[in-house]
């Protein structure tokens, strides 16, 4: 191996930083970017901050449908924490450069978040399954125990599956500093590797996207028992009140698979466009955002317990103002 090879290979093994995606070179253009991310991040913050506190403060929400519900706006608020600070950050300073630490970061914490996600969703589509085709049994086969335990199983696997995925894709060589992407992402970073041992991550990503698909398919044949059980009921009216329990978790699914699908479906491609960076936008944002609208919305209980909390906020600025 001749001087210039080593020196080379020197120079990138010790890249301390990594260049992301930069949405515009124009200041104004930047300074839009800033504000339209960070009015997406607050409302996604406050909108899944008021489904926990709610479902806190509300002890006729505190029910197994809402207890992972409550989980689900954890995860929701780490998702887009990982990403949208840095970006509205950069978009402030000017300037597009992340830490290698901050990368791994990163990649961390949203493959520990975002496949949460998609599992803490697979126990729901359990409960709701428990909830209507065995409703007599649903108090013993759901208790408070259980259904710690069924979280603190999500989390640790998630945990889990996030430190073997960070560790594989970062004992990586990497070519190249610069990201296409407005955040690290693991395939993006492949495509950056100069060595054979990202053959070895994208043996873990085409496992993980089988474990995404078991998970799939354990929905759909759970929602398949749901709805043969609930044309079985009577009444139209009991028909109705079964479906509109599984209807905000079933939108929920819809819309991650969805946005998912719709973001990798597409042929891939040596570099990022902005069209890349737009699904990216949509699988990684758009999910957390819309998630607490659509149990807010579509749930009768959620509602008043909003209002109530809303209310009560309400009232407590009236009392100091009376003071």
Not at 121 to 142: F, G, K, S, W
Not at 176 to 201: A, G, H, M, R
Not at 224 to 245: E, N
Request: glycine share 4%.
């Amino acid at each position: 191996m001749d001087a210039s090879t080593k020196d080379n290979i020197s120079n990138l093994t010790s890249i301390s930083t990594f260049l992301l995606w930069e949405f515009s070179e124009r200041r104004e253009l930047q300074i839009l970017h800033c504000f339209l991310f960070l009015a997406m991040y607050l409302t996604t913050i406050m909108g899944n901050l008021l489904i926990i506190v709610a479902v806190a403060l509300d002890h006729h929400l505190h029910k197994p449908m809402y207890f992972f519900l409550t989980n689900l706006a954890m995860m929701d608020i780490g998702t887009i924490s990982v990403m949208i600070p840095k970006s509205i950050s950069n978009s402030i300073l000017n300037k597009r450069s992340i830490s290698y630490s901050g990368c791994v970061a990163q990649v961390f914490f949203y493959v520990l978040f975002a496949p949460a996600d998609l599992f803490l969703l697979t126990v729901m589509a359990h409960d709701r399954y428990v909830a209507i085709c065995n409703p007599l049994q649903y108090e013993t086969i759901m208790h408070k125990g259980a259904c710690v335990q069924m979280a603190v199983i999500v989390w640790i696997i998630s945990m889990f599956y996030s430190m073997l995925h960070t560790c594989s894709t970062f004992a990586n060589t990497f070519c190249s500093n610069t990201v296409d992407q407005f955040f690290c992402e693991i395939p993006t970073l492949l495509k950056l590797s100069c060595s054979d041992f990202y053959l070895v991550e994208v043996g873990f990503l085409v496992l993980s996207c089988l474990l995404g698909l078991g998970c799939f398919i354990f929905i759909v044949i759970t929602y398949m028992q749901i709805f043969s059980t609930v044309l079985r009921i009577p009444s139209v009216h009991g028909q109705k009140k079964a479906l509109s329990t599984c209807l905000p978790h079933l939108t929920v699914v819809s819309v991650l698979i969805f946005s998912t699908l719709f973001a990798y479906a597409k042929p891939p491609t040596k570099s990022s466009s902005e069209l890349d960076i737009a699904f990216a936008v949509i699988y990684t944002i758009i999910p957390p955002t819309l998630n607490p609208f659509i149990y807010s919305m579509r749930n009768k209980e959620i509602k008043t317990a909003l209002w109530k909390l809303l209310d009560l906020g309400h009232s407590s600025k009236a009392m100091f103002r009376g003071l």
